[in-house]
């Protein structure tokens, strides 16, 4: 069973700082992997989704890699805005079509003004 | 972009009745559809995966005849919350997938259940 975890837990950076977020994954065989976004008592956003067979993905200030042999994938967020502020989840897809997507707990990030 | 929208954003409801939860995806068909709980604090737990025109399929320890769903279109899969207690008070989210494999997911709003 696959099974996700990001460290740090929680993050508190002042603006303008370059961050990494990790998530590690038990299991290789994935499909793909997802970062989303959620702010307090909201949905998620899809941040950037990474195909197995992709090293990383890039979107503004967002870079994510991916590494398959060791199970595991970073957020690389750059030049940090309090706007940035939210929790970001990292979710595996391990079953193509016909599985849901496997969470790790968050990371609860903060960026001081 | 593909959107899926989840219907309420919030409910409140006494203990022993029943709620139901929308999910639609707007622009896009999907066979598939997926249901999760958030507790505060807590990360996404997967509860079933809505099949349209079959039966739901359910994550161990969930209970099916508590969290029944149906998926009568392919645009709209509901999950009905039974005989609700103040423990099934979460945050449900649903999601869909436009395409294959290759694309991501999609999530609703989310849905604030309290049950009093």
């Known amino acids: 069973k696959q099974e996700v975890t990001q460290i740090p837990a929680a993050l508190s950076v002042p603006e303008g700082e370059n961050l990494v977020l990790n998530c590690s994954f038990t299991d290789s065989a994935i499909y793909n992997l997802q970062w989303f976004r959620q702010d307090p008592g909201k949905g998620l956003t899809s941040l950037l989704l990474?195909?197995?067979?992709?090293r990383e993905q890039t979107s503004g200030r967002l870079n994510a890699s991916l590494d398959k042999s060791s199970g595991r994938s970073t957020l690389y967020i750059a030049a940090s805005q309090p706007g940035d502020s939210a929790t970001y989840l990292c979710a595996a897809n391990s079953g193509g079509g016909a599985d849901g997507l496997t969470f790790g707990k968050g990371t609860h990030l903060i960026i001081q003004p | 972009g593909a959107v899926v929208s989840q219907h309420p954003s919030w409910v409140i409801c006494k203990s022993g009745t029943s709620v139901k939860i929308e999910c639609r995806s707007l622009?896009?068909?999907?066979?598939?559809m997926f249901w999760y709980r958030q507790f505060p604090k807590q990360s996404l737990m997967l509860m079933a995966t809505s099949n349209e025109g079959s039966k739901a399929t359910y994550e161990q320890g969930v209970e099916k005849d508590k969290f029944l769903i149906n998926h009568a279109s392919l645009t709209l899969s509901t999950l009905t919350v039974t005989s609700a207690h103040p423990e099934d008070s979460s945050f449900y989210i649903c999601?869909?997938?436009?395409?294959?494999?290759?694309?991501?997911?999609?999530f609703g709003s989310g849905t604030r259940l309290t049950v009093v």
């Open positions: 999601s869909a997938r436009q395409g294959g494999g290759n694309y991501g997911y999609t």
């Open positions: 990474i195909q197995s067979s992709q």
């Open positions: 622009d896009f068909q999907a066979t598939t």
